[in-house]
Every structure is written in C-alpha cells, then in structure tokens.
C-alpha cells in the first residue's frame, strides 16, 4: 500500500517536470522620460461642418455680428456670445440667441511613446493655431447659408459689409511641444508635472521695484550706476592730485 502511494507521488512528479513552463509576461519597466514625440490618436470631428483635425484637439469659434452700446453712440461688432439690447434704442436690436455655438473637441486617444497622455497634459502645455480646414464636406443646408471667408466661412453676402445677425465661423488645431521635463509617468499615464507651470527661475531676473511699483532696477542697471559712480570718484582723485602738484 505505501509503495503503491509512493509510485504514485512519484509518477506525479514527473509529470510536473516533464510539462512545459508557461511563460509569465514580464513587466514593463517605468519609464523615466518621454523619448518620442507625442502621437494624437484618433481624428477630431465637427460633425456639422464636416471638419477634420489630424492635432490633440479642434476648437469651434462662432461670432455673430451686433450691436454694442457705448454710452449713447453704437457700434457694430464681431461677438462670441448675445449681447443684450432690451435697453438699446429703436433700430438697434440684436437677436436673442446665436444659433450656432462654439464647441471643443480633446483627443481622448494621446499617446507618448505608445503610452497614454493624460488630457490634463493637453490643455496645459497645447498650443492653439489657427487653421483653415478643407470644407468639402460641408452639409448641403449649410453650404447655402455659409461661404468661404477669409480663414473659415462666413453667412454674410457681402463679408465686406456684414448684416447684424450674421455668422462668421473659424476653426483652431492645438498642437504641443516637446514635452521632455513637463510629464512624468504616474498612475498609468504620462501626467502634468506639478512643475512644469512654474517659471524657470532662470527666467526670473531679481529686481528692485520702484515705490510706485512701475519699474525695477535689474543687476545690469545697478552695475553700470555702481561702475560710473567708480568713474567719477577716481576723476575728481586724480584732478586733486594734480592740482597739489601745481601748487607745489
């Protein structure tokens, strides 16, 4: 009966060491510092425009033109959002809504070194541009209301004499730099260092600021004033000096 057990455990054994070893998926190391430049991700899409952005983010600007008091004279405006004209005088009303609003895409799919960038990064560090999309994709209902205008479309007529109430659209792309020293990787992605928004203290000269605190003496203004008032000591010395040597 034991021998039969231990044949058993035995043959138990063998088996173990005769499977094959399943490998484990090894870690990934964690990274130290961005290597590559960062990657978008997916398109952005303005879908009622048919706009296209290949960047981390895709912002929608919509102003309409208006009137604006300035005291008792008006004038007319570009502006992103309605402005008021219950007070103003006959004549110089604006419509109470815009139709169209601005609106802005993030890239929800940014990656560095093949790795997720956090949004906060984005908006952060991402520079607006602005950009003047393809609009071949435009709705129908659209095309007959918009036309091409400078950098984006406009619903005026004549743009060079727009109407109040009329629309004018432009489009940016955010793009980012290099973000070597400004992103660390933590809790799964590469995320904002917390001092990467603070001035490089290089950047920073120290200054004095004058009583009414609208200038400063930096250290070069304070070294020229140091050097002159050298200057002028050593000339008086030397002119004394010379006019003991006359009188003796």
Do not use: C
Not at 230 to 242: A, E, K, M, N, Q
């Amino acid at each position: 009966m034991i021998h039969r057990r231990a044949r058993t455990a035995l043959a138990s054994l063998l088996l173990a060491l005769a499977m094959p070893v399943i490998a484990q998926p090894a870690s990934q190391p964690v990274p130290s510092a961005p290597v590559e430049d960062p990657v978008p991700g997916e398109l952005l899409r303005d879908r009622d425009f048919g706009v296209v952005s290949r960047q981390f983010g895709l912002d929608r600007q919509v102003e309409m033109y208006q009137w604006r008091a300035e005291g008792d004279v008006y004038a007319r405006v570009w502006n992103a959002a309605p402005i008021d004209s219950s007070g103003f005088a006959p004549g110089h009303e604006n419509p109470k809504r815009i139709p169209l609003e601005s609106r802005r895409w993030w890239s929800d799919s940014a990656t560095l070194d093949g790795r997720p960038l956090d949004t906060a990064v984005l908006q952060a560090l991402g520079e607006w541009q602005v950009f003047r999309p393809g609009f071949s994709r435009l709705p129908a209902n659209l095309a007959a209301s918009f036309q091409p205008e400078g950098d984006g479309l406009g619903s005026a007529e004549n743009p060079l004499d727009p109407q109040i109430g009329d629309l004018r659209v432009r489009w940016r792309e955010l793009r980012l730099p290099p973000l070597a020293g400004s992103v660390e990787w933590r809790d799964g992605s590469w995320r904002l260092r917390p001092d990467a928004l603070q001035p490089r203290r290089n950047e920073v000269e120290d200054a004095e600021l004058m009583p009414d605190g609208s200038g400063a003496l930096s250290r070069t203004t304070v070294w020229l004033v140091a050097g002159l008032i050298v200057l002028v000591v050593g000339f008086v010395v030397l002119r004394r000096r010379r006019r003991a040597r006359g009188n003796g």
